[in-house]
């Protein structure tokens, strides 16, 4: 904070020393989607267009809500193999009871992310109690819960989501009225500047050192810049269709996990807990009931992420959540900036990485590249964001910042 009474060229000096010190945060990942979208621009001229951006938004908001749990876990430092078939079992649960008994559609819908979260819940319970390692007890749940998913589906093997069903709207739902993308990003920039006015008067109350007001109007006009550009694009281009519902929903999971994670002390306890869970014993933090819950938290994520990959797909299959769902799950979370290694990572990271995903694969469809291409890129690009954490690791540990 002290290098804000320096003015930007304070900025410039610590942004050197944080560099040099291997503390990257989301350079790189920013980086990487310039990249993208600079190159499969240049192969094809509509992937900025309007229609292209909007079908990533909406192809990047269930992985990205999945990618959020993800997230969660690996700031403990666990993994979590069960995410696939988890979304399975919500999607299953869901058709089941809406459209085979006939249950309410969002009774149906509370209930799938309930079994999400109890399944959750008891991975966690072996993992924290029983002392069974994380990556055993979600590789057997992956096994077990795939086989639930298959008997409810039944021998049919899908049902298809009916017509104005919640489900169909999440990601078939858009709203025409051009105010509704140009409000979310008022708020989005009204709620910015809010919490760095409130962040600037508390620590001026506590006359410690705080952002100028050059600092706050260039940091909330870049916001608005992003917010009012993105709500341009999604409303006045033609083939633009408004602002997309699931970009709403995945926003809100977005903002509300962000708060949960940055601002509360369940939030700094999960850090502690991921950087040594030993000393966060000790200092009093109850480990078991944060690896529980955590697990919960991710299971009903998944479950959530589940009923969106049966929105797009038009409804629940007995392999829904198979292939690469975990994989591209994991690699939103670890592409984003979040560290394999525990106690180091933001929510954000669900947001960026599952946009360099889904980036990459909109433009190799647009280009009529086959799936295995779109494996072996997304494979290296998972891997140069592990080198890069792994290096910028032992860049700070050189550097005495670990």
């Known amino acids: 904070m002290l290098v804000r009474q320096q003015g930007f060229a304070g ?46 938004s909406v192809y990047t908001a269930g992985l990205g809500i999945m990618a959020i749990g993800i997230v969660f876990v690996l700031l403990l430092g666990e993994i979590d193999l069960s995410v696939g078939s988890v979304a399975g079992v919500g999607a299953a649960m869901w058709a089941v009871l809406s459209v085979t008994h006939q249950l309410n ?43 639930l998913q298959i008997w409810m589906m039944g021998n049919e093997g ?32 009204g709620g910015y500047l809010f919490a760095l006015l409130r962040d600037t008067r508390r620590r001026r109350t506590a006359r410690l050192p705080h952002r100028p007001v050059s600092e706050i109007a260039l940091r909330t006009g870049v916001i608005a810049v992003i917010a009012f550009g993105a709500a341009y694009q999604l409303n006045e281009p033609a083939g633009a269709r408004g602002l997309p519902l699931a970009l709403l929903i995945f926003l809100i999971v977005l903002f509300v996990a962000d708060f949960v994670s940055r601002r509360t002390t369940y939030g700094r306890q999960i850090f502690a807990v991921g950087g040594n869970a030993e000393a966060a014993r000790r200092a009093g933090i109850n480990v078991e009931k944060i690896r529980i819950t955590v697990f919960g938290i991710a299971g009903m994520l998944a479950a959530f992420g589940g009923l969106f990959i049966a929105s797009q797909q038009g409804g629940a299959t007995k392999n829904l959540g198979a292939g690469n769902t975990l994989m591209n799950v994991i690699a939103a979370a670890v592409i984003g900036g979040t560290s394999l290694f525990g106690g180091r990572g933001k929510i954000l990271s669900a947001l960026l990485g599952a946009l360099v995903i889904m980036s990459i694969q909109q433009g190799l469809n647009l280009l009529g590249m086959a799936s295995e291409i779109q494996y072996m890129i997304t494979g290296a690009v998972l891997l140069a964001a592990v080198v890069i954490d792994s290096v910028s690791r032992r860049t700070q540990k050189t550097a005495g910042r670990t």
């Open 158 to 189: 899908s049902i298809n989501t009916p017509s104005n069903s919640l489900v169909q709207d999440i990601t078939g739902y858009y709203f025409s009225d051009k105010a509704a993308a140009y409000a979310l990003a008022l708020v989005a920039v």
């Open 105 to 147: 559609d969002l009774l149906s819908v509370l209930i799938a992310l309930a079994t999400g979260g109890l399944i959750g819940l008891l991975h966690g319970f072996f993992f924290a109690k029983v002392g069974v390692p994380a990556f055993v007890v979600t590789l057997a749940g992956f096994l077990g819960w795939s086989g």
């Open 11 to 56: 900025y410039l000096s610590d942004f050197k020393r944080r560099v040099r010190g291997g503390e990257l945060g989301s350079i790189p990942v920013v980086i990487g989607l310039i990249v993208i979208a600079v190159i499969f621009q240049s192969l094809d001229p509509t992937f900025l267009s309007a229609r292209s951006l909007s079908d990533i």
